[in-house]
Nanobody, 128 residues
Framework: QVQLVESGGGLVHAGGSLRLSCAAS????????MGWFRQAPGKDREFVIT????????YCTDSVKGRFTISRDNAKNTLYLQMNNLKPEDTAVYYC?????????????????????WGQGTQVTVSS
């Protein structure tokens, strides 16, 4: 089992930047993918961006393309999300997630049910 702890959320004005971190512990050797999802009030949890833990391959949703970057430090078992040019519609609780079950496709990487480890979430609020 993998334990995940996010940090770095906060309040920022539109156009600003934030960097989220996610520290992984436990069976980190079993991680295939790690990703970020977000959930706004009254909405379902949605995919944001993901990274293949070993290869570094990344994929993101269109709404954050060119603004958000995912990276990882394998030695520190830490995942990062750099968010630039933030918009009010980016306001949500951001969750770090890990897939330890096995290789998944691009379509599966956007599916919340394919991730078996979740952090507690960190609030990101973007004011207009």
């Amino acid at each position: 089992q993998v334990q995940l702890v996010e940090s770095g959320g906060g309040l920022v004005h539109a156009g600003g930047s934030l960097r989220l971190s996610c520290a992984a512990s436990g069976r980190t050797f079993s991680i295939y993918d790690m990703g970020w999802f977000r959930q706004a009030p009254g909405k379902d949890r949605e995919f944001v961006i993901t990274v293949r833990w070993n290869s570094g391959w990344t994929y993101c949703t269109d709404s954050v393309k060119g603004r958000f970057t995912i990276s990882r430090d394998n030695a520190k078992n830490t995942l990062y999300l750099q968010m630039n040019n933030l918009k009010p519609e980016d306001t949500a609780v951001y969750y770090c997630a890990a897939n330890t079950h096995g290789l998944i496709s691009v379509a599966q990487a956007m599916d919340v049910t394919k991730y078996d480890g979740w952090g507690q979430g960190t609030q990101v609020t973007v004011s207009s």
